[in-house]
């Protein structure tokens, strides 16, 4: 099946700085990739996703890149706040039926 | 819409016990599944279901039977409790299956102890 891997596990930036995260996949057929937010006691939240056809996507402080080429994609969260701490996984599928997550990276937003 | 809910919150089992976590949603959603999430490996698809009536195995479906009778409801079952299995689940929905609905709705999660 399926491989991700998710860097790094652990992430602290000040306040208004940048933040990204890389995850790599291993099987080429992948064409969906979600990016999910996951706060302390709760269940992930997706944010934001991309598809195969897509290089980038942006919402707001958020942005998605994808390299098919290399396999990798990339979230990236700008100007960071306090309440962008939080543990997020990215994901890949195939078939949009079975999706495989990242290990997860716990950001933390020092004020 | 209360979304995606999962009963119980917290669980405590013996080694071979036997248990039924529940998990339903009033999105009136084809597709749902479960997860396990454990420290440091993310969340494992353990199975999932297309629709009322059609299930399928996910990457870790050892130990565990699902059954979707109806839309709105998705439980999973430990037929018999190992340590190993000593995780927090979490159930989600889809609109559907396949590539044309994005978004995947988790529920509250179920954390569960195996003694």
């Known amino acids: 099946g399926e491989n991700v891997e998710q860097h790094p596990s652990t992430l602290s930036v000040q306040e208004g700085d940048s933040a990204v995260i890389k995850c790599t996949y291993s099987?080429?057929?992948?064409?969906?990739f979600p990016w999910y937010k996951q706060e302390l006691g709760k269940g992930p939240q997706l944010i934001i996703d991309?598809?195969?056809?897509?290089g980038e996507k942006k919402d707001q402080r958020i942005a998605v890149t994808l390299n098919k080429t290399a396999k990798h994609f990339s979230l990236h969260i700008t100007e960071t706040q306090p309440e962008d701490s939080a543990v997020y996984f990215c994901?890949?599928?195939?078939?949009?039926?079975?999706?495989?997550f990242g290990t997860g990276t716990s950001l933390t937003v020092i004020p | 819409n209360a979304g995606v809910t999962q009963t119980p919150k917290f669980q405590v089992l013996k080694t071979g016990q036997s248990m039924t976590l529940q998990c339903a949603q009033d999105?009136?959603?084809?597709?749902m599944s479960w997860y396990r999430q454990d420290p440091g490996m993310g969340l494992r698809l353990i199975h999932y279901?297309?629709?009322?009536?059609?299930?399928d195995q996910g990457e870790v479906p050892n130990g565990y039977n699902v059954s979707r009778s109806t839309t709105e409801d998705f439980p999973l079952r430990l037929l018999s409790a190992a340590p190993s299995q000593t995780s927090v689940y979490f159930c989600?929905?889809?609109?559907?299956?396949?590539?044309?609905?994005?978004?995947?709705?988790f529920g509250p999660g179920t954390r569960l102890t195996v003694t």
């Open positions: 099987d080429s057929a992948s064409n969906y």
């Open positions: 994901a890949a599928s195939i078939t949009g039926n079975q999706f495989y």
């Open positions: 991309i598809r195969s056809n897509v």
């Open positions: 999105m009136n959603h084809e597709y």
């Open positions: 279901s297309v629709g009322a009536g059609i299930t």
């Open positions: 989600a929905s889809r609109r559907g299956g396949g590539l044309r609905h994005g978004e995947q709705y």
